[in-house]
């Protein structure tokens, strides 16, 4: 979360700065700023409350000028959302920097500080870091070394873009814990959280390993990493257009990344399958030779992903027949798990930066639990260098807060991962045969479920004067009920909440009234019969029903709950079909609700702090 950019050029920085923020502000967009270095050699600075529009408003009336610059749009972790708490920071009109992160022992820091005279502007951990590198400066150290010195004070993960009066042409990067890529230009050099935020600069990328020093200047780069040692570091080139991160037709990000789901499931499973099976190469080398050794999976994941991983776990057992436990990121890494040597730790992130999902990974390769696998959506992410093997799930570029086609295509992932192991324990040829030929029908049965669209719009009306709501599913459907929940919650700031439909009679059912709607996932599975049971208990308590119902589950609407049919769908790919109407439905309340469903309010996208 936040988002940096910076720039060292023989041009003008600032619009592109303004444009680079633009394009991060799914990181954080409570407060942005930048700072430049202009022809006198000064630091002038512009910081603004708000979305990046309010930055960009303030530069329209009072411009900056410069050929090197930071900035930075905000998501609070340390101080509220305030003009002095904005990145950049600056000391003594010096040096300027903009942090990603939360330094840890940023108390001692500010305490020794204090006593050498430094006086705080702002309430963040940021300040300690513009301090101590003034302080290092003051001490005859180059910036480059200033910089060098302050990353070993500092405990805690950071991602910073530095610049001084004292060195006019130069701009450090550093980076441990958080994303920082550079971006290659001609003559010129670019630093951000994302690639998307360069794409209309470069399309040549350098990504930061942990624990780099980069120092920029127009004439070029060079890279140091954690043992101060000089790198190179492989120069990749993007795939994704400027383009590929904008609206197009569409009114929200999130309505645009919901339609882009077949299209991305496709590129998912594309190259990954042959002849009714899955290729093992896609996982990366030596796949093979690893999932032969695996008695269990272990998924550790956060929010949505989790979810995911929780759906991923239904498949793992009782369509491979091999043991899985998921868990929540933030919870493994502190807790004293037994150690099984023969599993597989499976991380899924979109963004592959998520600090509770890497911290469990580093924790879980620390105690020897076995290989390790990661599904991702970002190449050259801290989860994808540090796990052993890797499957992209190439959703694209997802700038909506709220993740949708992240989520399916890591369901499609799992579900490849389900079917090399499976083989390996009680899976046939003829099931991964059927699982495979879903998954190619998958990417059609979710544009079927698109085209219930416009019913949903006019059905989510009934929520638009709701506060709270209830979401239920069984079996695999479960989770998805959890997901769907979360979506509501997060985007139209409806209390939501998921239960299995058993649990119904065990407590939530003291909740339900006339006042509280019920979403329900009905596949046409095993469970159906119990699952109307269920439902029947909430009509006989009054609650009204809004069910998601295979078109073959033979259910209708009533008094009391309103049937919509879902295409037929095989049950082991359902999951993945009724998460979309649930999509749909969280934003059309979202927008008859009026907030932002783009970037809701205290969240940000991609959350690199614990």
């Known amino acids: 979360m936040c988002g940096i950019v910076g720039a060292v050029a023989q041009r003008e920085v600032a619009p592109i700065l303004l444009e680079g923020l633009r394009r991060l502000e799914y990181r954080g967009y409570d407060s942005a700023g930048l700072a430049v270095l202009n022809a006198a050699g000064a630091l002038e600075r512009l910081r603004t409350t708000g979305k990046v529009a309010e930055l960009a408003n303030a530069y329209q009336e009072a411009p900056v000028k410069g050929v090197i610059g930071i900035a930075h749009t905000r998501w609070a972790t340390h101080g509220k959302p305030s003009e002095k708490n904005a990145h950049p920071h600056i000391c003594r009109n010096k040096v300027a920097v903009v942090h990603n992160g939360i330094i840890e022992n940023h108390d001692a820091l500010r305490a020794e500080q204090k006593a050498d005279g430094y006086t705080f502007t702002s309430d963040t951990d940021t300040e300690v870091i513009v301090h101590q590198i003034h302080q290092h400066l003051d001490s005859s150290a180059n910036l480059l070394e200033a910089v060098r010195r302050t990353c070993n004070d500092m405990e805690g993960a950071y991602a910073l873009g530095v610049v001084s009066i004292s060195e006019p042409t130069r701009l450090i990067a550093a980076r441990r814990g958080s994303p920082l890529v550079i971006g290659v230009g001609i003559g010129e050099y670019f630093i951000a959280s994302d690639v998307a935020a360069l794409l209309p600069v470069t399309q040549r990328?350098?990504?930061?390993?942990?624990?780099?020093?980069?120092?920029?200047?127009?004439?070029?780069?060079?890279?140091?990493?954690?043992?101060?040692?000089?790198?190179?570091?492989?120069?990749?080139?993007?795939?994704?257009?400027?383009?590929?991160?904008?609206?197009?037709?569409?009114?929200?990000?999130?309505?645009?990344?919901?339609?882009?789901q077949p299209r991305a499931i496709a590129d998912t499973l594309e190259g990954r399958i042959y002849q009714g099976k899955v290729l093992e190469a896609a996982f990366g080398a030596g796949a093979a030779k690893i999932f032969e050794q695996v008695q269990g999976v272990h998924i550790i994941a956060c929010g949505t992903s989790y979810h995911a991983g929780l759906i991923g776990r239904?498949?793992?057992?009782?369509?491979?027949?091999?043991?899985?436990?998921?868990?929540?990121?933030?919870?493994?890494?502190?807790?004293?798990?037994?150690?099984?040597?023969?599993?597989?730790?499976?991380?899924?992130?979109?963004?592959?930066?998520?600090?509770?999902?890497?911290?469990?990974?580093?924790?879980?390769?620390?105690?020897?639990?076995?290989?390790?696998?990661?599904?991702?959506?970002?190449?050259?992410?801290?989860?994808?260098?540090?796990?052993?093997?890797?499957?992209?799930?190439?959703?694209?570029?997802?700038?909506?807060?709220?993740?949708?086609?992240?989520?399916?295509?890591?369901?499609?992932?799992?579900?490849?991962?389900?079917?090399?192991?499976?083989?390996?324990?009680?899976?046939?040829?003829?099931?991964?045969?059927?699982?495979?030929?879903?998954?190619?029908?998958?990417?059609?049965?979710?544009?079927?479920?698109?085209?219930?669209?416009?019913?949903?719009?006019?059905?989510?009306e009934s929520f638009a004067d709701k506060y709270h709501a209830l979401f239920l599913g069984r079996g695999a459907q479960y989770p998805v009920a959890m997901e769907g929940a979360l979506k509501l919650k997060e985007i139209s700031y409806i209390h939501a909440e998921a239960y299995p439909a058993g649990e119904l009679k065990h407590g939530p059912l003291a909740l339900v009234d006339a006042t509280m709607p019920v979403v329900v996932v009905a596949p046409n599975n095993e469970l159906l019969e119990k699952l109307k049971s269920n439902l029947h208990e909430v009509s006989a308590r009054g609650g009204e029903m809004l069910v998601f119902a295979d078109q073959d589950a033979g259910m209708s609407s009533d008094e009391t709950s309103t049937v919509l049919p879902v295409a037929p769908t095989d049950d082991c790919i359902a999951p993945i079909v009724f998460t979309i109407p649930l999509q749909l439905l969280s934003y059309h309340v979202a927008v008859l609700k009026g907030t932002d469903v783009d970037q809701p309010r205290n969240l940000a996208k991609s959350v690199t702090v614990e």
């Open 205 to 260: 990328f350098i990504f930061l390993e942990e624990g780099d020093i980069a120092d920029l200047t127009c004439d070029g780069i060079v890279i140091y990493n954690a043992d101060d040692e000089q790198v190179e570091r492989t120069e990749t080139v993007s795939e994704l257009s400027a383009d590929a991160v904008e609206r197009g037709e569409y009114r929200h990000y999130m309505l645009k990344e919901i339609y882009e």
């Open 314 to 460: 239904y498949w793992m057992e009782s369509l491979a027949g091999i043991p899985c436990s998921v868990e929540v990121a933030s919870e493994f890494r502190y807790r004293k798990p037994v150690v099984r040597n023969s599993s597989l730790i499976v991380t899924i992130s979109q963004s592959g930066e998520t600090a509770d999902t890497l911290a469990g990974l580093q924790e879980a390769k620390r105690l020897g639990f076995g290989h390790s696998l990661t599904i991702c959506n970002v190449p050259e992410s801290s989860l994808t260098r540090e796990s052993d093997l890797v499957l992209m799930t190439r959703a694209g570029p997802e700038i909506g807060v709220a993740s949708t086609k992240a989520f399916t295509t890591q369901l499609a992932a799992l579900m490849l991962l389900t079917i090399v192991l499976g083989r390996r324990f009680s899976m046939s040829e003829d099931t991964e045969h059927q699982l495979v030929q879903q998954l190619e029908h998958l990417p059609r049965q979710i544009e079927d479920a698109l085209a219930l669209d416009d019913k949903i719009k006019q059905l989510s």
